[in-house]
Nanobody, 124 residues
C-alpha cells in the first residue's frame, strides 16, 4: 500500500533551519505532484508548498515564500522541505501529501495520500 513517511522535525530556535524529508513507497512517485502542508493546534490544515512531478515547477504559500524550498529526488522517491529563517508562527505538525493530478494544488482535498506528520517547534 502507499506509505508517506516524514522525518526531520524537531525543536529549533527562531532564525534556525530544519530540513524535512518525506519518503514514499507503494506508488509511482515520479507520476505524482507532491505537497507540504502544516497544521497548528486549533487551526485548519494549511498549504505550504508544492512541486510538480518532474520537480520543474514549485509554488509556495506567501507566508513561507523566500524562506522555504521544496525539492524532490525521484530516484530516491523522496520530497524535501528546506526551512530557513524559522519563526515561532511556523510551529505546527508538517505533513507531506501526494497528488496524482498535474500539480499546483493548494487544497488538502486535492491530494490523494498523506503521511502521518512530523512536529516542528520553533522557540522564540
Amino acid at each position: 500500500q502507499v506509505q508517506l513517511v516524514e522525518s526531520g522535525g524537531g525543536l529549533v530556535q527562531a532564525g534556525g533551519s530544519l530540513r524535512l524529508s518525506c519518503a514514499a513507497s507503494g506508488l509511482t512517485f515520479s507520476s505524482f505532484a507532491m505537497g507540504w502542508f502544516r497544521q497548528a493546534p486549533g487551526k485548519e490544515r494549511e498549504f505550504v508548498a508544492t512541486v510538480t512531478w518532474s520537480g520543474g515547477s514549485t509554488y509556495y504559500a506567501d507566508s513561507v515564500k523566500g524562506r522555504f524550498t521544496i525539492s524532490r529526488d525521484n530516484a530516491k522517491n523522496t520530497v524535501y522541505l528546506q526551512m530557513n529563517s524559522l519563526k515561532p508562527e511556523d510551529t505546527a505538525v508538517y505533513y507531506c501529501a501526494a497528488d496524482k493530478t498535474a500539480g499546483w494544488a493548494t487544497r488538502p482535498n486535492n491530494y490523494d495520500y498523506w503521511g502521518q506528520g512530523t512536529q516542528v517547534t520553533v522557540s522564540s
